[in-house]
């Protein structure tokens, strides 16, 4: 169903659901855009009026204008928010739901959209029930810590355990399938493609094959 416009920030990567990133906002739309959000009132529903949406940028850049967006993004929520001296806004936001722009409005003072939720086209409680999370957690820890073993992570930066893992996500596999994308070594084409994936078995499959690619490519670099 279609909502009333929707503030949007555009990013150089994808926000998945159950997932949080933090944005440092200091162009003066964006701040705009964040200062009507904190103003907002909304009786009763304090949470809603703490969101907007985000797509990811296809060609371009965040700053300044003038990028190609991709149409299909996630609705975002403000869940702890910081002003520096400058007035720059420090956000941490949280991934809420899937969404899908249906039609851009002039970007004045700042990106605006018409959107739709999009929840997965297949039948989620039955696929639901046959996802395999813990597969797919045993398979991203195993190429976290190969990574690791070959230099190519922080090197204060420790894979952690199955379990460790498995303690992050949540209990709905749906969400827990985005939630470990946004964890897994994935570049930002990759989480968007799993995002744009339309329903859940077949974004399954995609991760599978995602994790195929980074295992065969770590490989061959130190083979």
């Known amino acids: 169903m279609e909502t009333a416009p929707l503030a ?18 200091f162009e003066p739309r964006y701040r705009a855009m964040v200062a009507e959000l904190l103003a907002a009132d909304a009786p009763g529903d304090e949470a809603a009026a703490m969101e907007f949406g ?7 850049r965040e700053v300044g ?8 993004g996630c609705r975002a929520r403000i869940v702890d928010v ?8 420090h956000l941490v936001v949280l991934g809420v739901s899937r969404i899908r722009v249906t039609e851009w409005l002039p970007d004045d003072p700042y990106p605006r959209a018409l959107v739709e ?6 039948a989620r409680g039955e696929v ?31 894979p952690p355990t199955p379990a460790a893992l498995a303690a992050r996500l949540a209990d709905d596999p ?17 989480r968007a493609r799993l995002l744009a994936t339309p329903r859940l078995g077949e974004r399954v499959r995609a991760f599978a094959e995602a994790l195929d690619d980074v295992e065969a490519t770590t490989r061959f670099r130190h083979s």
């Open 174 to 190: 749906a969400l827990a399938v985005y939630q470990l994308a946004a964890y897994a070594p994935f570049g930002p084409l990759d």
């Open 8 to 25: 949007m920030f555009p990013l150089g990567e994808p926000l998945l659901p159950g997932s949080t990133i933090r944005l440092q906002v």
């Open 117 to 122: 939720e999009w929840p997965d086209a297949d």
């Open 128 to 158: 639901a029930a046959n996802v395999p999370v813990g597969a797919l957690i045993e398979r991203v820890t195993a190429v976290l810590t190969e990574m690791a073993a070959h230099g190519e992570m922080a090197a204060r930066a420790v």
């Open 54 to 60: 985000t797509v990811m940028i296809a060609r371009g």
């Open 65 to 72: 204008g003038g990028d190609v967006r991709t149409d299909v």
């Open 82 to 89: 910081r002003t520096g001296p400058d007035g720059r806004y």
